[in-house]
């Protein structure tokens, strides 16, 4: 069976869950949980759709000591792909600032509404209903089975669950926000970074931010040539290490192409 196969096969399972979870929903209300992780705290939408990920979901260590060690209260942060907030809501404690990015209308509902619950945070976090692209205007943006399960794309525009939503440029993102602070980047794209990555190059070989990236080579469409472009923009950097802190070859990254897998990578001139 292959990695989409998989795939598809436990989101549709999900997706039979979150129906149930939606119509328990209606009677069981949760105002709101407080979830605590690796010394942050915040409050989260009693929302049982997303209970699981709260209170059993992977939350990868690695991911936050990257937040811990690049993140600073002096510098922004740029979160591509911000889904329901978990990055968003412990990186706010850390960054002067955060700029979410989420285009999935559904996901985007539920970041809204966590980081209502947090007033502490919000003048730290700005959300924004859009996605990074190659391209300014509207675009087409999917998911294989169902929105808000945190695996909507770019690349899966054609499935039968998408929407038409607003794209912008990273350059035409950070001109019209003004953002000249932003030290760190972290994106989570489900498999879109073959397309937005390559397009972010110009910016990134300009102002060389950290970059954290989740690269997911089972929705790449053609593993060994995507797999290339990212290794030609990673490599601006003098360093790229994997999530473990280990510093790697950016050749291996074509073996790992031909793997059902996902993984994280940080980039850094440090």
């Known amino acids: 069976m292959t990695g989409i196969k998989k795939v598809k096969r436990i989101l549709f399972f999900l997706n039979i869950c979150s129906t149930v979870v939606r119509i328990l929903n209606c009677f069981i209300k949760i105002k709101r949980i407080k979830i605590g992780r690796y010394g942050k705290s915040f409050f989260v939408s009693g929302n049982l759709e997303y209970l699981w990920f709260w209170v059993f979901g992977s939350w990868e260590r690695n991911t936050y000591k990257a937040f811990d060690k690049y993140l600073d209260p002096n510098h922004s ?72 399960n945190s695996t909507s794309s770019l690349l899966f525009a054609d499935s039968k669950v998408s929407w038409i939503v607003e794209a912008v440029t990273m350059d035409q993102f950070v001109e019209e926000n003004n953002i000249t602070d932003c030290d760190f980047i972290k994106m989570d794209i489900e498999g879109g970074e073959t397309v937005v990555l390559p397009a972010m190059k110009q910016y990134l070989e300009k102002n060389k931010p950290v970059l954290f990236i989740s690269l997911h080579p089972l929705f790449f469409q053609h593993p060994a040539e995507d797999m290339k472009k990212i290794i030609d923009v990673l490599m601006i950097y003098k360093n790229v290490y994997d999530a473990a802190g280990k510093k790697i070859v950016l050749d291996d990254f074509l073996l790992k192409s031909e793997f059902d897998i996902s993984f994280s990578v940080i980039a850094t001139d440090n």
């Open 77 to 148: 942060y740029i979160d591509i792909g911000a889904w329901i907030g978990p990055t968003v809501l412990y990186g706010a404690q850390i960054a002067k600032k955060v700029y979410a990015i989420e285009p999935d209308p559904i996901a985007f509902k539920e970041l809204e509404k966590n980081v209502s619950l947090n007033p502490e945070l919000k003048n730290n976090i700005e959300l924004h209903e859009k996605c990074i692209n190659s391209y300014s205007g509207q675009t087409k943006f999917g998911n294989m089975i169902a929105g808000g």
